[in-house]
């Protein structure tokens, strides 16, 4: 009797050490296939989920203690902290903040089909922003938002029917303020130079496609590229805002930075995911706040739910004095 159950347990021991390697194996290739986003568009979608590689990690790590595996629990240990060094960072190097009264910015990706009105109202009130970016904006979105008019004297629509509608609403004046298409995709970006209380910026808001094959990933960051030249075009200070359809570690948003010479607003206020808003364990940051070293980040946060599969990305600003 004794014999049949030592039996079992080693078989049980032994399906549980066959596991651990299929999900360390797992983890390990998910790690590697995002370093390579730059030859294929599907590796590239293993760059975005660096906090879960090194949660799962994580876990691997009391299972392999647990199962007496030292040596591979050292291994796991050194693959989880490889991929916490692409998050650790943004807990860093928060900018000296300028001693202007911030400005409030907004970005809301509504999702065209969220019928969650009230709740997207209630979220404007609360943060009462000075500048506020919807993007999803549908006509019928449109006519809904209408009682933010009295609030935003100034505005910037061009509502569609798909996904790709946006909408500029400002409680400060709006100069050149235009639609575009920036990149091949078709879809519209608003570029706008915005009056504030200690300077003017050039804003640029902007929703790429997503990256769900392999045309549009490649129309996406076609648009990232094409955004880095407008922004090095612009006269003033740059704020690029937008569901930008891509994390701070893919190959291209790093591109976007470095060839803008932009920085992410993200840094030195930790990790701050927005999507998908229904699964907190899967959620990575798509919503971005790009800014010109002249800008100064005051605060920086994601707010609550909208109803959208995004939440509202929310930030206080002002410009350097010189």
């Known amino acids: 009797m004794r014999k049949k159950q030592q039996k079992k347990n080693m078989s049980e021991r032994t399906r549980l050490d066959g596991y651990l390697d299929i999900f360390a194996l797992g983890v390990l290739a998910a790690t590697l296939f995002g370093f390579l986003g730059r030859f294929w568009w599907i590796f590239d979608l293993f760059s975005h989920f660096r906090v879960q590689y090194m949660q799962m990690g994580l876990v691997l790590i009391g299972l392999a203690l647990w199962q007496r595996r030292n040596k591979q629990a050292v291994a796991l240990a050194l693959l989880a902290g490889l991929n916490y060094a692409f998050v650790l960072p943004f807990y860093f190097g928060q900018p000296a903040v300028s001693e202007a009264k911030p400005v409030r ?80 995709a078709g879809v519209p970006s608003i570029l706008a130079d915005i009056y504030l209380p200690h300077g003017e910026i ?47 570690w893919s190959p291209h948003f790093r591109d976007l930075l470095a060839e803008s010479g932009l920085k992410n607003s993200m840094d030195g206020f930790g990790f701050q995911p927005t999507w998908p808003a229904g699964n907190p364990l899967l ?35 002002s410009i350097r004095e010189k």
């Not at 990933?217 to 590229?225: P, V």
Request: aromatic share 4%; net charge negative.
């Open 105 to 184: 910015a907004m970005l809301m990706n509504l999702n065209a089909s969220n019928g969650h009105t009230q709740a997207v109202l209630a979220a404007v009130k609360a943060a009462d922003p000075d500048l506020l970016l919807l993007e999803e904006v549908t006509p019928k979105w449109l006519r809904e938002l209408e009682p933010l008019n009295n609030d935003f004297p100034y505005r910037i629509a061009e509502p569609r029917e798909d996904c790709f509608g946006i909408l500029l609403l400002s409680k400060h004046p709006l100069k050149n303020g235009q639609v575009v298409e920036i990149g091949s």
């Open 202 to 248: 050039s804003f640029i808001g902007t929703h790429p496609l997503p990256p769900i094959g392999a045309e549009y990933a490649r129309q996406r960051d076609h648009q990232l590229k094409e955004l880095s030249k407008y922004a090095r075009s612009q006269k003033h200070p740059v704020l690029l805002v937008g569901d930008l359809n891509t994390s701070p």
């Open 283 to 317: 959620r990575i940051p798509l919503d971005h706040a790009l800014h010109a070293p002249e800008i100064a980040i005051h605060t920086r946060a994601v707010g609550k739910s909208i109803g959208s599969d995004h939440l509202p990305l929310i930030l206080g600003f």
